[in-house]
């Protein structure tokens, strides 16, 4: 633009400065100011970032699979606890565990103790009658008794020692003799099979073996023997509550085992 002839060049007054920002304008005639206007001229430099001008993908393979680029360098580890797979709930696994080893060991210590419950305390009636079988009154059957129920006892306060003598009613030369004792026993097979030991002391006991004891469960052995001369077998029961031997004159070991069982049925009284 030219300017007028007319107008002095000293005459020319700045234009008005526009100050945009936070901060306030110095006050006029100050020092700041003029150092303020010495700067509106000046063009503002635009702001740049300095990109790479190509970023290249460097594959790197797995441990153990290859060799790292040149240069490469691994970054940290990151915590063990970062890869951890999301926990599965166990807390059910451990109350059924819990409710089994419950179950097992109550249901064990209930089979175990059992039988000692069951069958102790127990009584023994010599007079209750036995099928098949008559109680008979002779001295010398029952001196024989007495003598060979020394194999048996043991002495314990709460034992008491009982002996009967029966006669088959179907033959009247077979007679049985029955000794023992009712007493508190913890192992009734090792307390039978000791009893039929010092039995042989006194008549021949041989080939012992073990045979059912029925429906009162417990321990049996049977084995053959000889009575006065003639044949007999020997056969012992034994449970938590009693112990008992008899003495079967002329009778097989399966006949006397068979009538083992009642005799026992018949006298023993539980509880």
């Not at 430099?45 to 441990?63: G, I, S």
């Amino acid at each position: 633009m030219t300017q007028p002839e007319d107008e002095p060049p000293t005459q020319r007054q700045p234009a008005p400065a526009t100050w945009i920002g936070s901060a306030s304008v110095p006050s006029d005639g100050s020092r700041r100011r003029r150092q303020w206007e010495d700067t509106l001229d000046l063009p503002v430099q635009p702001r740049t970032l300095d990109l790479p001008a190509r970023v290249e993908y460097v594959p790197v393979p797995p441990p153990g699979h290859g060799k790292l680029p040149p240069g490469y360098r691994p970054g940290p580890i990151p915590p063990p606890w970062q890869f951890q797979k999301r926990r599965r709930r166990r807390w059910p696994w451990v109350l059924l565990i819990m409710f089994l080893l419950c179950a097992g060991c109550c249901g064990g210590s209930y089979a175990w103790a059992r039988p000692w419950w069951v069958q102790y305390p127990a009584s023994v009636n010599v007079d209750a009658g036995v099928a098949g079988l008559t109680k008979v009154d002779d001295a010398a059957a029952r001196k024989t008794a007495e003598q060979l129920q020394a194999s048996l006892t043991s002495g314990h306060l709460d034992e008491s020692g009982f002996t009967v003598a029966y006669q088959d009613t179907t033959d009247g030369r077979a007679k049985i003799l029955v000794f023992g004792a009712t007493r508190f026993i913890t192992n009734p097979a090792r307390d039978l099979d000791a009893s039929l030991r010092k039995l042989g002391t006194k008549i021949q006991v041989q080939r012992i073996r073990e045979v059912d004891p029925g429906l009162l469960g417990g321990e049996q052995r049977c084995a053959a023997s000889r009575l006065d001369g003639r044949a007999a077998t020997v056969c012992g029961w034994a449970d938590h509550g009693v112990i008992a031997i008899a003495v079967f004159a002329g009778k097989s070991v399966e006949a006397a085992s068979t009538s083992m069982q009642s005799i026992r049925a018949a006298i023993v009284t539980r509880g």
